[in-house]
Protein backbone atom coordinates (compact mmCIF):
# COMPACT_ATOMS: atom_id res chain seq x y z
CA UNK A 1 0.00 0.00 0.00
CA UNK A 2 3.23 2.07 -0.06
CA UNK A 3 3.73 2.33 -3.63
CA UNK A 4 2.85 5.43 -6.07
CA UNK A 5 0.08 3.39 -7.31
CA UNK A 6 -1.83 3.83 -4.06
CA UNK A 7 -5.56 4.79 -4.27
CA UNK A 8 -9.03 4.53 -2.62
CA UNK A 9 -9.55 1.30 -4.47
CA UNK A 10 -7.08 -0.87 -2.49
CA UNK A 11 -8.22 0.54 0.76
CA UNK A 12 -11.86 -0.54 -0.31
CA UNK A 13 -10.35 -3.91 -1.03
CA UNK A 14 -8.60 -4.34 1.78
CA UNK A 15 -11.63 -3.33 3.77
CA UNK A 16 -13.95 -5.63 1.93
CA UNK A 17 -11.07 -8.13 2.31
CA UNK A 18 -11.53 -7.59 6.19
CA UNK A 19 -15.16 -7.70 6.13
CA UNK A 20 -15.29 -11.15 4.16
CA UNK A 21 -12.58 -12.46 7.19
CA UNK A 22 -15.58 -11.41 9.68
CA UNK A 23 -17.67 -13.09 7.93
CA UNK A 24 -15.75 -16.09 7.71
CA UNK A 25 -15.45 -16.12 10.68
CA UNK A 26 -19.15 -15.62 11.70
CA UNK A 27 -19.68 -18.22 9.28
CA UNK A 28 -18.25 -20.55 11.55
CA UNK A 29 -20.83 -20.01 14.19
CA UNK A 30 -23.74 -19.45 12.00
CA UNK A 31 -23.52 -22.76 9.41
CA UNK A 32 -22.16 -25.88 11.80
CA UNK A 33 -19.17 -27.48 9.46
CA UNK A 34 -20.33 -30.39 7.98
CA UNK A 35 -18.87 -33.58 9.15
CA UNK A 36 -15.64 -34.76 7.43
CA UNK A 37 -17.02 -38.47 6.77
CA UNK A 38 -20.89 -39.12 6.11
CA UNK A 39 -20.57 -42.43 4.34
CA UNK A 40 -20.95 -43.96 7.58
CA UNK A 41 -24.03 -41.86 8.84
CA UNK A 42 -26.69 -43.41 6.83
CA UNK A 43 -28.49 -45.48 8.92
CA UNK A 44 -30.86 -45.08 11.48
CA UNK A 45 -30.91 -45.44 15.56
CA UNK A 46 -32.08 -48.45 16.16
CA UNK A 47 -30.44 -51.10 13.27
CA UNK A 48 -26.85 -51.07 12.38
CA UNK A 49 -25.30 -49.29 9.46
CA UNK A 50 -25.12 -51.48 6.00
CA UNK A 51 -21.63 -49.61 4.92
CA UNK A 52 -20.06 -50.33 8.18
CA UNK A 53 -21.69 -51.81 11.60
CA UNK A 54 -21.84 -50.17 14.43
CA UNK A 55 -19.25 -51.60 17.00
CA UNK A 56 -22.09 -52.07 19.57
CA UNK A 57 -23.95 -54.32 17.02
CA UNK A 58 -20.99 -56.78 16.57
CA UNK A 59 -21.91 -59.70 18.53
CA UNK A 60 -18.17 -62.04 19.39
CA UNK A 61 -20.04 -65.22 20.65
CA UNK A 62 -23.92 -66.23 21.17
CA UNK A 63 -25.37 -64.09 24.26
CA UNK A 64 -28.12 -66.21 26.64
CA UNK A 65 -31.23 -65.09 26.28
CA UNK A 66 -32.94 -62.51 28.71
CA UNK A 67 -35.28 -63.70 30.87
CA UNK A 68 -39.14 -62.25 30.33
CA UNK A 69 -41.05 -62.53 33.74
CA UNK A 70 -43.11 -59.77 35.40
CA UNK A 71 -41.39 -57.02 36.84
CA UNK A 72 -42.45 -57.03 40.93
CA UNK A 73 -40.33 -54.81 41.83
CA UNK A 74 -42.00 -51.26 42.46
CA UNK A 75 -41.42 -48.08 40.49
CA UNK A 76 -39.63 -45.34 42.57
CA UNK A 77 -38.42 -41.96 41.98
CA UNK A 78 -35.43 -41.12 43.81
CA UNK A 79 -35.14 -37.09 44.31
CA UNK A 80 -31.37 -35.11 45.19
CA UNK A 81 -31.27 -31.76 46.06
CA UNK A 82 -28.53 -29.70 46.53
CA UNK A 83 -27.58 -25.95 46.92
CA UNK A 84 -26.08 -26.28 42.99
CA UNK A 85 -28.46 -28.66 41.41
CA UNK A 86 -31.78 -30.70 41.82
CA UNK A 87 -31.77 -34.37 40.68
CA UNK A 88 -34.84 -37.06 40.03
CA UNK A 89 -33.67 -40.71 38.96
CA UNK A 90 -35.87 -42.95 38.11
CA UNK A 91 -35.72 -47.07 39.52
CA UNK A 92 -37.07 -47.95 35.90
CA UNK A 93 -33.74 -48.20 33.64
CA UNK A 94 -32.14 -46.14 36.88
CA UNK A 95 -32.12 -42.91 34.67
CA UNK A 96 -32.08 -39.46 35.03
CA UNK A 97 -35.83 -37.88 34.36
CA UNK A 98 -34.81 -34.32 35.52
CA UNK A 99 -31.88 -32.54 35.89
CA UNK A 100 -32.48 -28.84 37.47
CA UNK A 101 -29.61 -26.37 37.92
CA UNK A 102 -30.09 -23.76 40.38
CA UNK A 103 -26.95 -21.66 40.12
CA UNK A 104 -23.35 -21.60 39.01
CA UNK A 105 -20.66 -21.38 40.82
CA UNK A 106 -16.71 -20.48 40.00
CA UNK A 107 -13.58 -18.59 41.83
CA UNK A 108 -15.03 -14.95 40.86
CA UNK A 109 -18.87 -14.97 42.00
CA UNK A 110 -22.36 -17.35 41.57
CA UNK A 111 -24.87 -16.74 39.79
CA UNK A 112 -28.37 -18.42 40.06
CA UNK A 113 -29.91 -19.96 37.24
CA UNK A 114 -33.33 -19.97 35.44
CA UNK A 115 -34.93 -21.17 32.05
CA UNK A 116 -34.52 -19.07 29.19
CA UNK A 117 -38.21 -18.60 29.18
CA UNK A 118 -38.49 -16.91 32.43
CA UNK A 119 -39.72 -13.90 33.09
CA UNK A 120 -39.13 -11.48 36.46
CA UNK A 121 -42.06 -12.07 37.44
CA UNK A 122 -42.48 -15.63 36.78
CA UNK A 123 -39.07 -16.91 36.96
CA UNK A 124 -38.69 -21.07 35.82
CA UNK A 125 -36.34 -23.61 36.69
CA UNK A 126 -33.38 -24.70 34.30
CA UNK A 127 -34.15 -27.97 33.56
CA UNK A 128 -31.74 -30.15 30.84
CA UNK A 129 -33.26 -32.89 30.06
CA UNK A 130 -35.53 -32.83 26.91
CA UNK A 131 -39.29 -33.61 26.97
CA UNK A 132 -39.20 -34.54 23.77
CA UNK A 133 -36.77 -37.40 24.63
CA UNK A 134 -38.41 -38.39 27.63
CA UNK A 135 -41.52 -38.77 25.71
CA UNK A 136 -39.81 -41.60 23.46
CA UNK A 137 -40.50 -44.75 23.81
CA UNK A 138 -37.84 -46.01 24.40
CA UNK A 139 -36.85 -43.24 26.19
CA UNK A 140 -33.78 -41.19 25.00
CA UNK A 141 -32.26 -39.83 28.38
CA UNK A 142 -29.17 -39.25 30.25
CA UNK A 143 -27.35 -43.12 31.58
CA UNK A 144 -29.46 -45.78 29.98
CA UNK A 145 -27.19 -48.53 28.33
CA UNK A 146 -26.48 -50.25 25.31
CA UNK A 147 -24.77 -53.67 25.04
CA UNK A 148 -25.64 -54.45 21.14
CA UNK A 149 -28.15 -56.78 22.43
CA UNK A 150 -31.37 -55.24 21.66
CA UNK A 151 -33.41 -57.29 24.32
CA UNK A 152 -30.54 -57.05 26.60
CA UNK A 153 -30.47 -53.50 26.19
CA UNK A 154 -34.67 -53.31 26.35
CA UNK A 155 -34.34 -55.52 30.00
CA UNK A 156 -31.56 -52.98 31.38
CA UNK A 157 -33.09 -50.26 30.16
CA UNK A 158 -37.01 -50.42 31.43
CA UNK A 159 -36.63 -52.62 34.29
CA UNK A 160 -37.13 -51.29 37.81
CA UNK A 161 -33.82 -51.77 39.98
CA UNK A 162 -33.73 -52.03 43.47
CA UNK A 163 -32.48 -48.85 45.05
CA UNK A 164 -30.13 -48.48 48.17
CA UNK A 165 -31.62 -45.42 49.41
CA UNK A 166 -34.68 -45.81 51.74
CA UNK A 167 -36.10 -41.86 51.28
CA UNK A 168 -37.24 -40.66 48.41
CA UNK A 169 -35.84 -37.25 48.86
CA UNK A 170 -31.79 -36.92 49.31
CA UNK A 171 -31.02 -33.24 50.98
CA UNK A 172 -27.16 -32.36 50.48
CA UNK A 173 -25.71 -29.51 52.10
CA UNK A 174 -21.95 -28.24 52.72
CA UNK A 175 -19.89 -30.56 51.55
CA UNK A 176 -21.68 -34.17 51.91
CA UNK A 177 -21.96 -36.41 49.49
CA UNK A 178 -24.16 -39.27 49.26
CA UNK A 179 -23.95 -43.06 47.00
CA UNK A 180 -26.89 -44.22 46.06
CA UNK A 181 -26.77 -47.73 44.02
CA UNK A 182 -29.03 -49.58 41.28
CA UNK A 183 -29.07 -52.97 42.04
CA UNK A 184 -31.21 -55.39 38.75
CA UNK A 185 -30.50 -59.10 38.65
CA UNK A 186 -32.57 -61.81 36.75
CA UNK A 187 -32.62 -65.90 37.10
CA UNK A 188 -29.79 -66.10 34.45
CA UNK A 189 -27.30 -64.91 35.94
CA UNK A 190 -27.30 -61.57 34.88
CA UNK A 191 -26.43 -58.95 37.75
CA UNK A 192 -26.27 -55.14 37.08
CA UNK A 193 -25.51 -52.48 39.49
CA UNK A 194 -25.66 -48.29 38.69
CA UNK A 195 -23.72 -46.49 41.59
CA UNK A 196 -24.32 -42.89 41.68
CA UNK A 197 -22.33 -40.70 44.21
CA UNK A 198 -23.34 -37.21 44.23
CA UNK A 199 -22.03 -34.20 46.27
CA UNK A 200 -23.65 -30.95 47.48
CA UNK A 201 -20.70 -28.54 46.29
CA UNK A 202 -19.86 -29.98 42.85
CA UNK A 203 -21.11 -30.39 39.52
CA UNK A 204 -19.28 -33.57 39.03
CA UNK A 205 -21.21 -37.06 39.71
CA UNK A 206 -19.64 -40.84 40.21
CA UNK A 207 -21.23 -43.14 38.00
CA UNK A 208 -19.74 -46.81 38.68
CA UNK A 209 -21.46 -49.59 36.53
CA UNK A 210 -20.93 -53.16 37.53
CA UNK A 211 -22.86 -55.53 34.42
CA UNK A 212 -22.10 -59.06 34.55
CA UNK A 213 -23.50 -62.16 33.14
CA UNK A 214 -22.92 -65.55 34.78
CA UNK A 215 -20.15 -63.54 36.75
CA UNK A 216 -18.28 -62.35 33.02
CA UNK A 217 -18.21 -59.10 32.48
CA UNK A 218 -20.28 -57.34 29.86
CA UNK A 219 -18.62 -56.36 26.96
CA UNK A 220 -18.96 -53.28 24.48
CA UNK A 221 -21.09 -51.35 26.83
CA UNK A 222 -21.65 -48.17 26.32
CA UNK A 223 -23.01 -45.36 28.75
CA UNK A 224 -25.51 -42.92 26.49
CA UNK A 225 -25.50 -39.13 27.51
CA UNK A 226 -28.24 -37.10 25.80
CA UNK A 227 -30.29 -36.66 24.18
CA UNK A 228 -29.74 -33.19 24.14
CA UNK A 229 -29.11 -31.46 26.87
CA UNK A 230 -29.41 -27.54 27.28
CA UNK A 231 -32.01 -25.09 28.34
CA UNK A 232 -35.14 -26.53 27.31
CA UNK A 233 -36.93 -23.36 27.56
CA UNK A 234 -35.41 -21.82 24.83
CA UNK A 235 -38.08 -21.83 22.24
CA UNK A 236 -35.88 -20.45 19.45
CA UNK A 237 -32.68 -21.43 18.54
CA UNK A 238 -30.19 -19.25 16.61
CA UNK A 239 -26.84 -18.68 15.60
CA UNK A 240 -25.95 -17.32 19.07
CA UNK A 241 -28.60 -19.55 21.58
CA UNK A 242 -27.64 -23.08 19.29
CA UNK A 243 -29.33 -26.34 19.92
CA UNK A 244 -27.81 -29.15 21.47
CA UNK A 245 -24.87 -30.43 19.46
CA UNK A 246 -22.21 -33.48 19.67
CA UNK A 247 -18.94 -32.35 21.68
CA UNK A 248 -16.24 -34.81 21.92
CA UNK A 249 -12.78 -35.05 22.84
CA UNK A 250 -11.29 -38.07 20.80
CA UNK A 251 -7.28 -38.26 19.91
CA UNK A 252 -6.21 -35.35 21.32
CA UNK A 253 -8.85 -33.06 19.01
CA UNK A 254 -12.35 -31.46 19.66
CA UNK A 255 -14.95 -32.58 17.60
CA UNK A 256 -18.11 -30.48 17.30
CA UNK A 257 -21.25 -31.88 15.28
CA UNK A 258 -24.74 -30.18 15.59
CA UNK A 259 -27.69 -32.27 14.94
CA UNK A 260 -28.26 -30.31 11.36
CA UNK A 261 -24.78 -31.33 10.75
CA UNK A 262 -25.60 -34.75 10.63
CA UNK A 263 -26.60 -36.70 7.23
CA UNK A 264 -30.33 -38.50 8.28
CA UNK A 265 -32.53 -41.32 6.50
CA UNK A 266 -35.39 -41.69 8.15
CA UNK A 267 -35.42 -39.39 10.05
CA UNK A 268 -31.84 -40.99 12.03
CA UNK A 269 -28.49 -40.79 11.82
CA UNK A 270 -25.49 -42.41 13.03
CA UNK A 271 -21.95 -40.50 13.50
CA UNK A 272 -19.04 -43.19 14.48
CA UNK A 273 -15.64 -41.82 15.97
CA UNK A 274 -12.27 -43.75 15.68
CA UNK A 275 -9.64 -43.46 18.46
CA UNK A 276 -9.40 -43.79 22.50
CA UNK A 277 -12.46 -41.36 23.94
CA UNK A 278 -11.12 -38.62 26.78
CA UNK A 279 -14.69 -37.65 27.00
CA UNK A 280 -17.91 -36.78 25.11
CA UNK A 281 -21.13 -34.70 25.87
CA UNK A 282 -23.88 -32.79 24.61
CA UNK A 283 -24.33 -29.22 25.26
CA UNK A 284 -26.24 -26.43 24.12
CA UNK A 285 -24.20 -22.41 24.15
CA UNK A 286 -24.47 -22.79 28.01
CA UNK A 287 -24.89 -26.10 29.22
CA UNK A 288 -23.58 -29.82 29.02
CA UNK A 289 -23.04 -32.70 30.36
CA UNK A 290 -20.37 -34.99 29.77
CA UNK A 291 -18.77 -38.25 30.35
CA UNK A 292 -15.30 -38.65 31.09
CA UNK A 293 -14.34 -42.56 31.52
CA UNK A 294 -12.41 -44.25 33.66
CA UNK A 295 -10.38 -45.50 30.56
CA UNK A 296 -9.91 -43.94 27.10
CA UNK A 297 -11.32 -46.93 25.11
CA UNK A 298 -12.77 -46.45 21.13
CA UNK A 299 -15.73 -46.87 19.78
CA UNK A 300 -17.62 -43.44 20.46
CA UNK A 301 -20.33 -42.74 18.25
CA UNK A 302 -23.60 -40.37 18.49
CA UNK A 303 -27.11 -41.01 17.00
CA UNK A 304 -29.62 -38.15 16.03
CA UNK A 305 -32.94 -37.84 14.91
CA UNK A 306 -34.70 -35.21 14.11
CA UNK A 307 -38.38 -33.92 14.00
CA UNK A 308 -40.52 -31.12 13.48
CA UNK A 309 -42.80 -28.95 16.35
CA UNK A 310 -45.39 -26.24 15.90
CA UNK A 311 -44.42 -22.97 17.51
CA UNK A 312 -45.88 -19.49 17.77
CA UNK A 313 -45.58 -17.71 14.66
CA UNK A 314 -41.65 -15.74 14.99
CA UNK A 315 -39.97 -13.68 12.34
CA UNK A 316 -36.88 -15.48 11.38
CA UNK A 317 -34.59 -12.66 10.25
CA UNK A 318 -34.15 -9.35 8.89
CA UNK A 319 -36.05 -10.60 5.64
CA UNK A 320 -39.21 -12.01 6.98
CA UNK A 321 -39.19 -9.16 9.63
CA UNK A 322 -39.50 -6.33 6.74
CA UNK A 323 -41.69 -8.62 4.32
CA UNK A 324 -43.67 -9.62 7.56
CA UNK A 325 -43.79 -13.23 6.77
CA UNK A 326 -43.91 -15.80 9.98
CA UNK A 327 -42.99 -19.01 10.58
CA UNK A 328 -44.97 -21.31 12.48
CA UNK A 329 -42.81 -24.90 12.48
CA UNK A 330 -39.08 -25.88 13.46
CA UNK A 331 -37.08 -28.51 12.99
CA UNK A 332 -35.55 -29.72 16.06
CA UNK A 333 -32.86 -32.81 17.25
CA UNK A 334 -32.35 -35.00 19.71
CA UNK A 335 -28.75 -35.94 19.80
CA UNK A 336 -26.76 -38.86 22.65
CA UNK A 337 -23.34 -39.86 23.06
CA UNK A 338 -22.65 -43.32 23.11
CA UNK A 339 -19.64 -43.47 25.26
CA UNK A 340 -17.48 -46.70 25.77
CA UNK A 341 -17.26 -47.66 29.41
CA UNK A 342 -15.99 -50.42 30.97
CA UNK A 343 -18.39 -52.52 33.56
CA UNK A 344 -16.08 -53.38 35.90
CA UNK A 345 -16.88 -51.09 38.35
CA UNK A 346 -14.45 -48.36 37.43
CA UNK A 347 -16.18 -44.50 38.03
CA UNK A 348 -17.48 -42.63 34.87
CA UNK A 349 -16.92 -38.82 35.93
CA UNK A 350 -20.24 -37.36 34.65
CA UNK A 351 -20.07 -33.47 34.76
CA UNK A 352 -23.21 -32.01 34.71
CA UNK A 353 -23.24 -28.01 34.18
CA UNK A 354 -22.21 -24.67 33.38
CA UNK A 355 -19.80 -23.83 30.25
CA UNK A 356 -18.90 -21.07 31.83
CA UNK A 357 -14.82 -20.66 31.45
CA UNK A 358 -14.52 -20.20 34.88
CA UNK A 359 -16.30 -23.04 36.10
CA UNK A 360 -14.98 -25.50 33.22
CA UNK A 361 -11.35 -24.41 34.20
CA UNK A 362 -11.22 -24.78 37.87
CA UNK A 363 -12.67 -28.78 37.25
CA UNK A 364 -10.13 -29.72 35.15
CA UNK A 365 -7.54 -30.46 38.36
CA UNK A 366 -10.28 -32.53 40.27
CA UNK A 367 -11.07 -34.48 37.42
CA UNK A 368 -7.63 -35.26 36.49
CA UNK A 369 -7.28 -36.41 40.04
CA UNK A 370 -10.55 -38.40 39.09
CA UNK A 371 -9.04 -40.24 36.35
CA UNK A 372 -5.52 -39.81 36.41
CA UNK A 373 -5.11 -38.09 33.12
CA UNK A 374 -5.21 -34.69 32.23
CA UNK A 375 -9.26 -33.45 31.30
CA UNK A 376 -9.27 -30.36 28.86
CA UNK A 377 -13.00 -30.07 29.61
CA UNK A 378 -12.81 -25.66 28.66
CA UNK A 379 -12.62 -27.12 24.89
CA UNK A 380 -16.50 -27.70 25.28
CA UNK A 381 -16.51 -23.92 24.74
CA UNK A 382 -16.73 -23.36 21.31
CA UNK A 383 -14.01 -20.28 20.67
CA UNK A 384 -14.67 -20.43 17.19
CA UNK A 385 -12.05 -21.18 14.35
CA UNK A 386 -9.85 -18.58 15.14
CA UNK A 387 -9.70 -20.21 18.60
CA UNK A 388 -5.53 -20.04 19.07
CA UNK A 389 -6.26 -16.17 18.34
CA UNK A 390 -9.34 -15.42 20.70
CA UNK A 391 -9.27 -17.90 23.46
CA UNK A 392 -5.95 -15.94 24.90
CA UNK A 393 -7.82 -12.32 24.36
CA UNK A 394 -11.70 -13.71 25.30
CA UNK A 395 -10.36 -14.78 28.48
CA UNK A 396 -8.59 -11.65 29.74
CA UNK A 397 -11.62 -9.47 28.18
CA UNK A 398 -14.27 -11.65 30.78
CA UNK A 399 -11.80 -11.30 33.44
CA UNK A 400 -11.65 -7.55 32.62
CA UNK A 401 -15.61 -7.18 32.58
CA UNK A 402 -15.80 -9.14 35.73
CA UNK A 403 -13.46 -6.88 37.31
CA UNK A 404 -15.40 -3.86 36.31
CA UNK A 405 -18.62 -5.37 37.28
CA UNK A 406 -17.99 -5.78 39.92
CA UNK A 407 -17.87 -2.28 41.04
CA UNK A 408 -20.80 -1.08 39.27
CA UNK A 409 -22.90 -4.23 39.18
CA UNK A 410 -24.41 -4.13 35.78
CA UNK A 411 -22.50 -5.81 32.93
CA UNK A 412 -24.23 -3.20 30.48
CA UNK A 413 -22.15 -0.44 32.57
CA UNK A 414 -19.34 -2.81 32.27
CA UNK A 415 -19.19 -3.04 28.29
CA UNK A 416 -19.58 0.67 28.00
CA UNK A 417 -16.97 1.44 30.72
CA UNK A 418 -14.72 -0.90 28.72
CA UNK A 419 -15.35 -0.09 25.30
CA UNK A 420 -14.41 4.04 26.65
CA UNK A 421 -11.19 2.78 27.70
CA UNK A 422 -10.77 0.38 25.18
CA UNK A 423 -10.88 3.16 22.15
CA UNK A 424 -9.07 6.19 24.65
CA UNK A 425 -5.94 3.70 24.06
CA UNK A 426 -6.24 3.84 20.08
CA UNK A 427 -6.85 7.64 20.42
CA UNK A 428 -3.03 8.40 19.72
CA UNK A 429 -3.08 5.98 16.55
CA UNK A 430 -6.49 7.53 15.20
CA UNK A 431 -4.89 10.93 15.37
CA UNK A 432 -1.88 9.92 13.60
CA UNK A 433 -4.36 8.06 10.96
CA UNK A 434 -6.39 11.71 10.52
CA UNK A 435 -3.19 13.33 10.34
CA UNK A 436 -2.12 11.35 7.52
CA UNK A 437 -5.29 11.34 5.76
CA UNK A 438 -6.05 15.48 6.56
CA UNK A 439 -2.56 15.71 4.43
CA UNK A 440 -3.50 13.27 1.58
CA UNK A 441 -6.34 15.51 1.23
CA UNK A 442 -4.67 18.44 1.30
CA UNK A 443 -2.14 17.17 -1.32
CA UNK A 444 -4.88 16.01 -3.61
CA UNK A 445 -5.01 18.61 -6.31
CA UNK A 446 -0.93 18.34 -6.66
CA UNK A 447 -0.84 15.01 -6.67
CA UNK A 448 -3.45 15.20 -9.97
CA UNK A 449 -1.26 16.98 -11.38
CA UNK A 450 1.69 15.31 -11.26
CA UNK A 451 -0.05 11.79 -11.62
CA UNK A 452 -1.48 13.68 -14.78
CA UNK A 453 2.05 15.01 -15.98
CA UNK A 454 3.60 11.23 -15.36
CA UNK A 455 0.95 10.22 -17.84
CA UNK A 456 1.70 12.66 -20.39
CA UNK A 457 5.19 12.15 -20.36
CA UNK A 458 4.44 8.19 -20.25
CA UNK A 459 2.42 8.70 -24.08
CA UNK A 460 5.24 10.88 -25.34
CA UNK A 461 7.26 7.98 -24.63
CA UNK A 462 9.80 9.56 -22.32
CA UNK A 463 12.16 7.20 -20.32
CA UNK A 464 11.80 6.15 -16.95
CA UNK A 465 14.92 7.39 -16.41
CA UNK A 466 14.83 10.95 -17.82
CA UNK A 467 15.63 13.78 -15.75
CA UNK A 468 11.82 15.19 -16.26
CA UNK A 469 10.35 11.39 -15.17
CA UNK A 470 12.69 11.35 -12.12
CA UNK A 471 12.10 14.94 -11.09
CA UNK A 472 8.09 14.50 -10.93
CA UNK A 473 8.95 10.80 -9.42
CA UNK A 474 10.55 12.38 -6.50
CA UNK A 475 7.87 15.50 -6.56
CA UNK A 476 5.06 12.36 -5.43
CA UNK A 477 7.33 10.59 -3.43
CA UNK A 478 7.91 14.31 -1.04
CA UNK A 479 4.08 14.84 -1.29
CA UNK A 480 3.24 11.11 0.06
CA UNK A 481 5.74 11.78 2.50
CA UNK A 482 3.63 11.50 6.14
CA UNK A 483 0.42 11.02 4.14
CA UNK A 484 0.87 7.46 3.26
CA UNK A 485 -2.79 5.70 4.43
CA UNK A 486 -1.60 2.53 6.18
CA UNK A 487 -2.47 3.85 9.40
CA UNK A 488 -5.75 3.85 8.27
CA UNK A 489 -5.97 0.38 8.14
CA UNK A 490 -3.64 -0.10 11.46
CA UNK A 491 -6.63 0.57 13.73
CA UNK A 492 -8.99 -1.90 12.21
CA UNK A 493 -6.43 -4.86 12.01
CA UNK A 494 -5.72 -4.28 15.89
CA UNK A 495 -9.23 -4.09 17.06
CA UNK A 496 -10.40 -6.79 14.62
CA UNK A 497 -9.16 -9.68 16.67
CA UNK A 498 -10.42 -7.81 20.06
CA UNK A 499 -13.73 -7.40 18.46
CA UNK A 500 -13.50 -11.40 17.45
CA UNK A 501 -12.55 -12.15 20.58
CA UNK A 502 -15.23 -10.01 22.52
CA UNK A 503 -17.99 -11.69 20.38
CA UNK A 504 -16.80 -14.98 21.68
CA UNK A 505 -16.55 -13.32 25.13
CA UNK A 506 -20.18 -12.07 25.26
CA UNK A 507 -21.65 -15.37 23.38
CA UNK A 508 -19.99 -17.87 25.81
CA UNK A 509 -20.04 -16.29 29.12
CA UNK A 510 -22.90 -17.27 31.14
CA UNK A 511 -22.61 -13.98 33.20
CA UNK A 512 -24.37 -12.52 30.22
CA UNK A 513 -27.40 -14.08 29.87
CA UNK A 514 -30.14 -12.96 31.44
CA UNK A 515 -28.38 -9.58 32.06
CA UNK A 516 -30.32 -6.92 31.73
CA UNK A 517 -29.77 -3.37 30.92
CA UNK A 518 -31.90 -0.44 30.36
CA UNK A 519 -34.63 -1.55 27.92
CA UNK A 520 -32.48 -5.20 26.80
CA UNK A 521 -33.66 -8.10 28.81
CA UNK A 522 -30.50 -10.11 28.01
CA UNK A 523 -27.69 -8.97 26.70
CA UNK A 524 -26.69 -12.41 25.49
CA UNK A 525 -29.55 -12.08 23.15
CA UNK A 526 -30.90 -10.00 20.55
CA UNK A 527 -32.53 -6.63 21.28
CA UNK A 528 -36.64 -7.90 21.46
CA UNK A 529 -37.38 -4.04 19.52
CA UNK A 530 -34.37 -4.76 17.29
CA UNK A 531 -33.82 -0.86 17.75
CA UNK A 532 -29.74 -1.30 19.13
CA UNK A 533 -29.47 -2.67 15.16
CA UNK A 534 -30.79 0.28 13.70
CA UNK A 535 -28.76 2.46 16.15
CA UNK A 536 -25.75 0.36 15.84
CA UNK A 537 -26.29 0.42 11.59
CA UNK A 538 -26.75 4.72 12.12
CA UNK A 539 -23.83 5.36 14.12
CA UNK A 540 -21.73 3.06 12.14
CA UNK A 541 -22.20 5.37 9.04
CA UNK A 542 -22.43 8.80 11.10
CA UNK A 543 -18.72 7.32 12.28
CA UNK A 544 -17.87 6.36 8.69
CA UNK A 545 -19.08 9.80 7.04
CA UNK A 546 -16.90 11.72 9.51
CA UNK A 547 -13.85 9.73 9.27
CA UNK A 548 -11.50 11.24 6.45
CA UNK A 549 -10.04 8.76 3.88
CA UNK A 550 -7.96 8.80 1.16
CA UNK A 551 -9.40 11.82 -1.63
CA UNK A 552 -11.49 10.78 -4.23
CA UNK A 553 -10.23 12.24 -7.38
CA UNK A 554 -12.11 9.63 -10.40
CA UNK A 555 -15.48 8.72 -10.37
CA UNK A 556 -14.51 5.37 -9.78
CA UNK A 557 -13.30 5.98 -6.71
CA UNK A 558 -15.83 8.60 -5.49
CA UNK A 559 -18.33 5.64 -5.87
CA UNK A 560 -16.57 2.83 -3.98
CA UNK A 561 -16.03 5.50 -1.11
CA UNK A 562 -20.19 6.07 -1.20
CA UNK A 563 -20.52 1.98 -1.28
CA UNK A 564 -18.30 1.87 2.14
CA UNK A 565 -19.99 4.62 3.33
CA UNK A 566 -23.39 3.51 2.95
CA UNK A 567 -23.28 0.04 2.21
CA UNK A 568 -21.36 -1.04 4.79
CA UNK A 569 -23.78 -0.43 7.45
CA UNK A 570 -26.64 -1.76 5.27
CA UNK A 571 -24.35 -5.12 5.32
CA UNK A 572 -23.50 -4.74 8.79
CA UNK A 573 -27.25 -4.52 10.13
CA UNK A 574 -28.42 -7.58 7.84
CA UNK A 575 -25.02 -9.44 9.41
CA UNK A 576 -25.40 -8.28 13.18
CA UNK A 577 -29.68 -8.63 13.43
CA UNK A 578 -30.81 -10.50 16.09
CA UNK A 579 -26.95 -10.41 17.41
CA UNK A 580 -26.19 -10.09 21.07
CA UNK A 581 -27.18 -6.60 23.07
CA UNK A 582 -24.05 -7.06 24.28
CA UNK A 583 -21.81 -7.40 21.24
CA UNK A 584 -24.13 -4.74 19.42
CA UNK A 585 -24.07 -2.43 23.10
CA UNK A 586 -20.10 -2.86 22.78
CA UNK A 587 -20.05 -1.90 18.76
CA UNK A 588 -22.66 1.08 18.83
CA UNK A 589 -21.01 2.66 21.94
CA UNK A 590 -17.82 2.42 20.14
CA UNK A 591 -19.01 4.12 17.25
CA UNK A 592 -19.92 7.05 19.00
CA UNK A 593 -16.63 7.23 21.10
CA UNK A 594 -15.03 7.27 17.69
CA UNK A 595 -17.42 9.95 16.38
CA UNK A 596 -16.54 11.95 19.33
CA UNK A 597 -12.94 11.57 19.08
CA UNK A 598 -13.37 12.59 15.35
CA UNK A 599 -15.08 15.52 15.45
CA UNK A 600 -12.37 16.61 18.34
CA UNK A 601 -9.59 15.61 15.95
CA UNK A 602 -10.78 17.21 12.71
CA UNK A 603 -11.25 20.16 14.53
CA UNK A 604 -7.55 20.69 15.71
CA UNK A 605 -6.09 18.96 12.96
CA UNK A 606 -6.28 21.52 9.94
CA UNK A 607 -6.32 20.23 6.13
CA UNK A 608 -3.02 21.66 4.13
CA UNK A 609 -5.01 23.94 1.83
CA UNK A 610 -3.65 27.28 0.35
CA UNK A 611 -4.44 30.58 1.81
CA UNK A 612 -7.20 32.08 0.53
CA UNK A 613 -7.50 35.86 -1.12
CA UNK A 614 -8.40 38.78 0.65
CA UNK A 615 -10.01 41.75 -0.12
CA UNK A 616 -8.93 44.74 2.08
CA UNK A 617 -9.47 48.70 1.63
CA UNK A 618 -5.40 49.70 2.38
CA UNK A 619 -2.35 48.19 0.80
CA UNK A 620 0.31 48.11 3.70
CA UNK A 621 3.38 49.61 2.17
CA UNK A 622 5.56 46.50 2.43
CA UNK A 623 3.26 44.95 0.21
CA UNK A 624 4.78 43.98 -3.29
CA UNK A 625 3.12 43.24 -6.51
CA UNK A 626 2.54 39.89 -7.41
CA UNK A 627 2.58 40.87 -11.43
CA UNK A 628 4.46 43.52 -13.21
CA UNK A 629 2.24 46.35 -14.56
CA UNK A 630 3.05 47.21 -18.32
Same mark, same amino acid.
Given at each position: ?????????????????????????????????????????????????????????????????????? =?????????????????????????????????????????????? =?????????????????????????????? %????????????????????? =??????????????????????????????????????????????????????????????????????????????????????????????????????????????????????????????????????????????????????????? %??????????????????????????????????????????????????????????????????? %???????????????????????????????????????????????????????????????????????????? =????????????????????????????????????????????????????????????????????????????????? %????????????????????????????????????????????????????????????????????????????????????
Amino acid at each position: MSDNKQSLQQRFLLAAGLSLLVLMTWSYFFAPPKPKDNANTNTTANVATTNTPAPETVQTQPTPAVVSVP =DNVPNRVITIKSPLYEVKLDAKGAVATSWILVKNVHDQHEKILFSD =DSTEAAPKPLELISPEALSRNPREIPFRLA %TGDQNLDAYLNDRNYQVSQAE =DTVQLNGTESKQIDFVLKDENGLEVTKSFVFRADSYVTDLAIKAARSGQPIPNTKLLIGASIGDQGIVHHNYYHIEPEAVSYVKDSIQRYPGASFTYVNNQAVKPFEGAVDWAGVGDTYFAMAAVPAQQLPGLEYRASKYEVQVEPFYDGIISWI %TRNQSTKLTRHLVSAYVPITTDGSATKIYTGSKDYFTLAQYNESLKNGVGREVYLEEFINFGMLRPI %TKPIAIPLLRALNFIYGFVGNYGVAIIIFTLVFYSLFFPLRWYQSKSFKKAQGNAPKMKEIQDRLKDLQKKGVPMD =DPRMREAQMEQLKMMKGAVPIGGCLPLLLQMPLFIALYVAVTISLDFRQASFLWLPDLSAGDPWHLLEFMFAASMAGSMIL %TPTTPAITPEQQMQQKMMTYMMPIMMLWVMWGAPAGLLLYWFFGNIVSFVQQFIINRLNKTNEPPKEEVVEVVSKKAKPKFSTP
